[in-house]
Nanobody, 126 residues
Framework: QVELVESGGGLVQAGGSLRLSCAASGRTSTTYAMGWFRQAPGKEREFVGAIGWSGENTHYSDSVKGRFTISRDNAKNTFYLQMSSLKFEDTAVYYC???????????????????WGQGTQVTVSS
């Protein structure tokens, strides 16, 4: 089991920036990638992006491409979601997840998740 602890959420004005962190520990040997997801009130959980476990290959949803950047700190086993040019519609609870698989077909990402972080609220004021 991979333990994930998130931090960094908060309130920010539209156009601003925020960085989320996700610290991973435990049994990470089967983790293929780290994903970021979000869930707004009344909506389904949405794929935001992902990064390969070793830091290679990043993937982003169209809604955040060019505004969000995923990276990792190898020494700390910590993953980051840098969010810039934030919009009101980015308001959601953001989750990181340890993924054992990630693929793209039929026009969308598909994954198998093993563990989830506790979630952190991001609120963008318009």
């Amino acid at each position: 089991q991979v333990e994930l602890v998130e931090s960094g959420g908060g309130l920010v004005q539209a156009g601003g920036s925020l960085r989320l962190s996700c610290a991973a520990s435990g049994r990470t040997s089967t983790t293929y990638a780290m994903g970021w997801f979000r869930q707004a009130p009344g909506k389904e959980r949405e794929f935001v992006g992902a990064i390969g476990w070793s830091g290679e290959n990043t993937h982003y949803s169209d809604s955040v491409k060019g505004r969000f950047t995923i990276s990792r700190d190898n020494a700390k086993n910590t993953f980051y979601l840098q969010m810039s040019s934030l919009k009101f519609e980015d308001t959601a609870v953001y989750y990181c997840a340890a993924l054992s698989s990630l693929s793209w077909y039929s026009g969308e990402y598909h994954w198998k998740d093993d563990s989830w972080g506790q979630g952190t609220q991001v609120t963008v004021s318009s």
